[in-house]
């Protein structure tokens, strides 16, 4: 009696191409490579408002016992400081900060910049303000009147 | 008697090392670079050491020396930045509005800028700056 086998046929070996993936690969790549921008950035806080009423409370200029006096920093158009009317460097803002701070660290610092200044002017004074240790620092400009 | 040249033997060139260099450089630049949209004018921030790191989301104004605007990477002039911004903190009032302005604007300019969006409802605005000299 014979018989007969039902023989598998043999598979057939088949290749994948990798170029199509490649060439998406590249195309990402140059992608990423033109759109993206690669400058370090980071952000200073420049208006904070909470749900909470008086959250921080607006620094007070009075001189009363018990209560800090403000340091009101003037910026002029051409970014010298200026405390009290005199004018003063970075490292004799910071001294004179860190002085004030010692003696009451929650003393609250104001900036007063004028409109002509440019911003790098005060994000400086911002800068050496914050590195003095001040919490509680403030911006203001003059408004038009209502 | 002559000499025959023995056969070249046809050397596959691999692909795999190309590929791994690739798909490395692919992950490095998706993960140092930001996918910020760009202003249609050059803006050089700030140098500022005390910053905080940049969160995502939000909105981006760009702002040029000459009081240019740009949000979002798009023209943009008052009016029309006004509305969109109101549209903006009316969907979401915590929206981050992130201002990207050239270190020689003046700041009758920027802080005009500010307190407009004070006035706008906005809650939280933040001055891009940079730790490092561009």
Do not use: C, W
């Not at chain 2, 050397?11 to 949209?37: K, P, Q, S, Y």
């Not at chain 2, 981006?60 to 930045?81: E, F, N, R």
């Not at chain 2, 270190?103 to 706008?120: A, C, H, P, Q, S």
């Amino acid at each position: 009696m014979s018989g007969f086998a039902l023989k598998r046929p043999a598979r057939r070996h088949t290749l994948i191409s990798v170029v199509s993936m490649i060439d998406v690969m590249m195309i990402l790549l140059f992608f990423f490579m033109v759109t993206s921008s690669y400058l370090n950035l980071d952000m200073v806080p420049a208006l904070q408002k909470t749900d909470e009423p008086n959250a921080d409370p607006a620094p007070t200029t009075s001189t009363q016992a018990g209560a800090p006096s403000t340091v009101l920093i003037r910026i002029a158009p051409n970014g010298t400081m200026a405390v009290r009317g005199q004018n003063v460097t970075t490292d004799s803002l910071t001294a004179l900060l860190k002085a004030r701070l010692d003696a009451d660290p929650l003393t609250p610092v104001v900036l007063f910049p004028s409109g002509g200044a440019q911003l790098q002017d005060l994000i400086t004074a911002m800068d050496t303000v914050t590195k003095s240790g001040a919490v509680r620092v403030k911006v203001i400009r003059l408004g038009a009147a209502k | 008697m002559k000499l025959r040249k023995p056969q070249r033997m046809a050397e596959r060139e691999t692909v795999v090392a190309l590929i791994d260099v690739t798909f490395f450089l692919l992950i490095f630049f998706m993960l140092i670079g930001r996918l910020d949209a760009t202003a249609p004018f050059a803006v050089k921030p700030p140098l500022g050491v005390t910053g905080t790191d940049l969160p995502a989301g939000g909105i981006t104004l760009s702002v040029a020396p000459d009081g240019a605007l740009a949000l979002d990477g798009a023209p943009i002039d008052h009016a029309a930045l006004d509305k969109s911004v109101t549209d903006r903190i009316k969907k979401n009032p915590d929206t981050l509005i992130r201002i990207n302005a050239d270190k020689t604007t003046e700041l009758r300019i920027v802080l005009n800028l500010i307190t407009e969006f004070e006035d706008l409802g906005a809650k939280d605005v933040a001055l891009i700056v940079t730790p490092e000299t561009p």
